[in-house]
């Protein structure tokens, strides 16, 4: 009987073991200095190798690039079709470009696409003196959002991400990043482009034919970006995504010894990730929550939403209970602005809370006027209301 629990404890310790190790198989290893697989909703980490040693990025640095242009683009600062004039500075760019001549014009959209294609550094740097004004403060700007994304092992020194002291990263900074773009579903019109053109000089007289530097994107099933980058000193890098239903995953691999090996080691992270994990939606942006009272308001309720996606990821054959916490006001007071959070959701398992949403009004609440409220108390005199 003794024997029999002691059994019984070594194989309760051993499953508990597995369920807590991405990777319980000491053989499986990647072939890069730094690598990373996150779940790309939740940020949950599934495996990891030397995720926070400093190394030198090379071109998956435009990642940051990319993700500000897509601000820039959401907050109507700069639009698809704004042409920009191309500077001495970002002509002179050596790499990995597409020939920009000095004072030639190029639009925004055609930038964008020739960053993600071929991560052109001419294209790169006019862009990013396009939505800053200039080189200096974009790189200022890309490390200010590094901090706000709690990138700690990150600092740039250059838009490009060529060779220079003390401009470096981490994989695990760099999934930070690649997550934090897919979010904007507009980048996805050119990171899972396979090929393309633009039309470059003054005369717009020499076309210049764009192939994805992300092979993945030709020949992997559900992959979707993200960015390659190569320097002698950085090897071969990749921060890559894919989706396959509901699962969404972005591996980094930094330091490989040749561009073969970055992909092949980036698919079996992606294949690892898919056999085995699984997303459980939990919740889905826009769709109303509830609807409650507005005081003082021009209306008289406000529909609430969910202001963001979000997923669970759990091992495949996995069920667990999820219970949900709806946190709201009994009222709102005029006046308060479109996509004011209000309220939130907590997802617990157990006692363990393994997510929250915020809960934001779905339109502008105004004020009432003098004229709509004694308009308000006439309909409330007359039973229409």
Not at 140 to 152: C, D, I, P, S, V
Not at 183 to 199: E, F, G, N, P, R
Request: aromatic residues 6%; charged residues 25%; glycine residues 6%.
């Amino acid at each position: 009987m003794y024997i029999k629990k002691v059994f019984t404890v070594i194989i309760m310790f051993i499953l508990i073991f597995n369920s807590l190790m991405c990777f319980a198989d000491s053989n499986f290893d990647i072939q890069a200095k730094s690598a990373i697989l996150i779940d790309a909703s939740s940020g949950k980490v599934i495996y990891e190798k030397n995720p926070h040693e400093k190394l030198a990025p090379a071109s998956i640095t435009k990642i940051m690039v990319l993700l500000l242009a897509m601000e820039a683009l959401e907050s109507n600062k700069i639009k698809l079709d704004d042409k920009v004039v191309i500077s001495a500075n970002a002509s002179s760019m050596g790499g990995s470009q597409i020939y920009l001549e000095e004072g030639e014009e190029q639009t925004v959209e055609d930038l964008i696409k020739s960053i993600s294609l071929r991560s052109a550094n001419d294209a790169a740097v006019a862009l990013g003196e396009y939505i800053a004004g200039s080189e200096e403060i974009f790189i200022e700007m890309m490390n200010n959002k590094a901090k706000e994304l709690g990138m700690e092992n990150t600092n740039f020194k250059n838009i490009t991400g060529l060779d220079e002291e003390g401009h470096y990263t981490s994989a695990y900074d760099v999934s930070i990043m690649s997550k934090e773009l897919l979010k904007h579903k507009k980048i996805h019109q050119w990171l899972t482009v396979w090929m393309s053109s633009v039309k470059v000089g003054k005369e717009k007289d020499v076309v210049q034919n764009l192939v994805n530097t992300n092979r993945l994107i030709h020949d992997y099933k559900g992959a979707n970006g993200i960015k390659t980058g190569f320097t002698r000193k950085a090897g071969y890098c990749l921060s890559a995504s894919a989706t396959r239903g509901n699962l969404t995953l972005i591996s980094v691999v930094m330091g490989c010894k040749n561009s073969s090996i970055r992909f092949k080691e980036s698919k079996k992270l992606l294949d690892y990730g898919f056999a085995n994990y699984q997303s459980i939606p939990l919740a889905k942006k826009n769709i109303v929550v509830k609807k409650i009272p507005v005081q003082k308001g021009k209306i008289d309720s406000v529909e609430v939403i969910i202001e963001d996606d979000l997923s669970y990821l759990v091992k495949k054959g996995s069920t667990i209970d999820v219970k949900k916490e709806i946190i709201l006001p009994s009222y709102i007071s005029a006046p308060t602005p479109k996509n004011t959070k209000i309220g939130e959701i907590i997802y617990k398992v157990g006692e363990k809370e393994i997510g929250r949403v915020n809960l934001v009004v779905k339109q502008n609440i105004n004020k009432a006027s003098i004229k709509d409220s004694i308009r308000k108390i006439f309909k409330v005199m007359l039973g229409t209301i």
